[in-house]
């Protein structure tokens, strides 16, 4: 099914191990890490060849305009918070947004988790400073602990071993979540039960005893329902730390492609798309679709060589750009780019993360984000496509099943004193449940006034 790559070479004119890796941690023990990777190389895959190419497909339905792409989860997973009910939580926040985009936005919905290996952050600085200590930074729970101690903060290669251990419970739990009943649609009421009763919940209800009496109407028809018992679910990752993705990469013996079977979608993020780095050519050599994340600095020219190299055979589905530029600036920012790339004709999908290009730090001192912000990004990224013709394809939203208070505004009206109550993200602050399903509402609106104008 899969034969190991153990030279860490991926072929062509260039390996990515002899080439620059950005934001990668200095390992303090060179022995030990060569015995995690030989033993990362060892381990059964986490995710299937054939699972990477259905993705595949159905993202060049959304690079079509047929479908939707919905992407969340948390800023940086921990070790800690891998629990059942944090799982599920995450998983029905994801299952109850898609369920309101499909239904308000009359489209098919591709569903993605930022979990089971987003273990790993890019860092600006590679040490934090506290008083007159000064330590490694952390760069996520694969490389070391969040707390500020000499020992938490030394890089750790079996870390490695727990984030695919790690990864390994989250993904079966998530499939036994998709595909054991959980998410049948005719169960649509039950992931609204253990939130917090609020606005956003009591709209959902609605929503859901509408799809309930739809779905009951159809079945009175002769409609046959089997198909909605199981939905599929897909894990992604940005592909950061090197020495854990190259171990896990594979040759798929039916057709000799390689997969990092880390995850089924890979995304290399702003700090590491460098031309000459090392991420950009292991990404190249790998057949899962692949993501780039692009800020409001990218150059055109580079982004036209970006997709030279990752989709040179402008595979539909292969390549998905998900633009970060904060809301004063997708709107001027955006067109230029998008024009580029629609004239090249890649066939890339277009989606938003309204998330990173909008984050500040608030007046009592959390880095946060504004929740109206981030949907005037999101509106913006619209109306940038509906402009030039192309297609918004899909969301990227860092998000939490839980309560939390780490961004502001939304229908709670979370202010700045309220974010001390709930701040528990180890990195980028997080949309909270309610805020989640707000979004949802407002971004099913748009899908609905785009399709009808383009059917109008």
């Known amino acids: 099914m899969f034969e190991q790559v153990t030279d860490g070479s991926v072929g062509g004119h260039l390996d990515w ?29 986490l995710v299937f060849a054939g699972e990477c190419d259905d993705l ?23 070790f800690a918070e891998a629990t ?23 489209t098919p919905v591709i569903k993605m988790g930022r979990m089971a290996g987003q273990f790993a952050k890019p860092r600006s600085k590679d040490t934090e400073t506290r008083g007159e200590v000064t330590l490694p930074a952390f760069r996520g729970d694969i ?64 929503t859901a005893a509408e799809i309930d009496r739809a779905m009951k109407f ?60 090392a991420h950009l050519d292991f990404a190249a050599r790998i057949h899962n679709p692949i993501g780039v994340k692009l800020g409001p600095t990218a150059d055109t020219d580079d982004i036209l060589t970006m997709i030279d190299r990752l989709d040179p055979e402008r595979e539909p589905g292969r390549l998905t750009f998900i633009t970060r530029m904060g809301a004063g600036q997708i709107r001027d920012k955006l067109p230029r780019i998008v024009e580029k790339v ?28 504004e929740f109206d912000q981030v949907i005037d990004e999101v509106r913006g990224f619209f109306e940038v496509h509906d402009a030039l013709g192309t297609i918004p394809g899909g969301l990227h939203v860092e ?8 961004c502001v505004g ?19 602050p997080r949309l909270n449940h309610q805020q989640s399903l707000e979004m949802a509402y407002l971004v099913a609106e748009m899908l609905s006034d785009r399709k009808k104008r383009s059917q109008g």
């Not at 059942?84 to 009359?106: E, P």
């Not at 938003?352 to 959390?366: A, L, Q, V």
């Not at 700045?416 to 993200?425: G, H, I, M």
């Open 17 to 45: 191990p002899s080439l620059p890796a950005a934001q990668q941690p200095t390992w303090p023990d060179e022995g030990a890490l060569q015995q995690v990777r030989a033993e990362l190389a060892t381990m059964p895959p």
């Open 56 to 78: 595949r497909t159905q993202l060049a339905r959304a690079a079509a305009g047929e479908a939707f792409v919905l992407q969340g989860g948390d800023c940086a997973e921990r």
């Open 84 to 106: 059942a009910d944090n799982i599920r939580d995450r998983i029905k926040t994801i299952l109850q947004m898609s369920a309101v985009l499909t239904y308000g936005g009359s």
């Open 143 to 206: 490389v070391n602990d969040f707390a500020f101690t000499d020992e938490a903060r030394r890089p750790d290669p079996n870390r490695l071993l727990r984030a695919y251990h790690t990864s390994s419970a989250t993904l079966n739990l998530v499939r036994a979540f998709t595909t054991g009943g959980f998410a049948d649609l005719r169960r649509v009421h039950e992931w609204n039960r253990g939130f917090i009763a609020n606005a956003a919940y009591a709209r959902y209800e609605t």
């Open 218 to 277: 159809m079945a009175a028809c002769g409609v046959d329902f089997d198909e909605l018992r199981t939905v599929e679910f897909f894990a992604a990752h940005e592909a950061l730390l090197l020495d854990y993705e190259q171990p896990l990469t594979r040759i798929d013996s039916r057709t000799g492609n390689r997969y990092d079977v880390s995850g089924h979608f890979l995304w290399i993020g702003e700090r590491t798309r460098q031309l000459d780095g």
């Open 342 to 369: 629609a004239a090249s004709g890649a066939p890339v999908v277009w989606v938003c993360d309204p998330m990173h290009g909008n984050t500040y730090e608030s007046s009592t001192g959390y880095k946060t984000r």
């Open 399 to 406: 998000l939490t099943g839980n309560d939390v208070t780490e």
């Open 410 to 428: 939304g229908s709670e009206k979370i202010l700045d004193a309220d974010l001390e109550k709930r701040y528990e993200t180890a990195c980028d």
